[in-house]
């Protein structure tokens, strides 16, 4: 009997639903370093934001359900789909709890802080539409 062997191949949502994740995550994580007191020089100018231990703690957990979400999807893991809709939904609330805390002036607020907020709401939607519609679906195993 001769063995038949399948080559797996990724789909171009499936590896822009994982990159996305990875890159929203890296993100993620940069924001939390910038909570702590961390400035993130780039060249002419540093990237700084005020010191907010709660938003750190927030945005370190989104990138950590993202990176995770990553991962399952570029491994091309049977639970890629439901891991990454759960890490972009995560990290949606965690972007909604900041966009509330800064409109109830609940602590210090930048222009950088407002754009990201508004830039992640947008980006993570799109993404959980990309994951809901049916070419989401059969990318990551997840069927009709």
Do not use: Q
């Not at 020089?41 to 703690?57: F, N, V, W």
């Not at 930048?110 to 070419?135: E, F, K, S, W």
Request: glycine fraction near 12%; proline fraction near 3%; aromatic fraction near 8%.
């Amino acid at each position: 009997m001769v063995e038949k062997h399948t080559i797996h191949s990724r789909s171009g949502v499936a590896t822009a639903v994982g990159v996305l994740s990875a890159i929203y995550a890296a993100t993620f994580f940069f924001g939390a370093l910038m909570h702590l007191g961390v400035r993130i020089p780039l060249g002419l100018a540093d990237l700084s934001e005020p010191t907010i231990l709660p938003a750190s703690i927030v945005e370190s957990l989104c990138g950590l359900a993202l990176l995770f979400g990553a991962f399952a999807v570029l491994t091309r893991t049977n639970w890629a789909w439901t891991t990454a809709f759960a890490a972009h939904t995560f990290a949606l609330g965690g972007v909604m709890l900041g966009v509330i805390a800064l409109a109830l002036g609940a602590g210090p607020s930048t222009d950088l802080n407002t754009i990201y907020h508004r830039v992640m709401l947008v980006a993570l939607v799109a993404v959980l539409g990309l994951l809901l519609l049916p070419a989401g679906r059969t990318a990551l195993n997840r069927g009709g």
